[in-house]
């Protein structure tokens, strides 16, 4: 019989994602259930507690208003479902920009209560001071950079970014400003092919990309758009399954069995013991 220590299962971590830099691709997901982050598990280095889990789950229509506690409730359920790829955790919008002392305080709490191995903030040089500050103290930070959801509200809405000199500039400005301030990945968002390029040959570590082109170190997807989920899909998913279809197909079968009295049958009812 084998020891318990002979079964564990060694995780990712922060420093094997990042020595990954210009080696084989960086497969990441986003995971927010338990279940789902054990389908994942196998397949993937990082599962991504992202905060679109307020728009994917519970119906927001932006990221805005995800708090702690919901990012925390998730990244517990992931951890229960992932062995092997390593969990990040994002810090919802609040958290993490206001001061330095504020962002530790979040992420201790997110990993202490959840046992996640990093977390992710929206990047830039406004919170780069931030950034330092965890790593300094033992936190593993992912920065994200381009088409930041949780600056809709002063960008003007999820459009794809860097498309002018002057955007392009700064994104560039972000993502070197996570890198310089610790950050071991960062996640570039909605920007242009060369721009991707840009900032995967300007910066040491991992960029992963999600619709940003193949000019990243890894590729990240929300899991549930991938999967077709939605009715709608950005430009930028490729749809590997009809997982919104089989349901439909599915629910509309269970009811057509229920209200012609075809479910349950004899095969899912109990019978009692003889005599
Ligand atoms: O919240 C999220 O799911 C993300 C990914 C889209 C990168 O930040």
Known sequence: MSSHREQAVRRLTAP???ARKGQTPIVCLTA?????AELLDEHCDLLLVGDSVGMVIHGLPNTVGVTLEMMILHGQAVMRGARRAMVVVDMPFGSYEGSAETAYANATRIMKETGCSAVKVEAGPAVAENIEYLVKRGIPVMGHVG?????IMVDGGFRAKGKTNHERVRILED???AAEAGAFAVVVEGVAEGLAREITETIEVPTIGIGASAGCD???LVTDDMLGLFD???KFVRRYGDIRGQIAQSIAAYADDVRNRRFPGPAEI????AG
């Open 32 to 36: 927010y259930t338990a279940p789902m």
């Open 147 to 151: 088409l930041r959801p949780q600056a």
């Open 218 to 220: 890894g590729q990240i």
């Open 270 to 273: 109990y019978f009692a013991k």
């Open 232 to 234: 709608w899909t950005p």
């Open 16 to 18: 094997d994602i990042a």
């Open 175 to 177: 993502a070197r400003a």
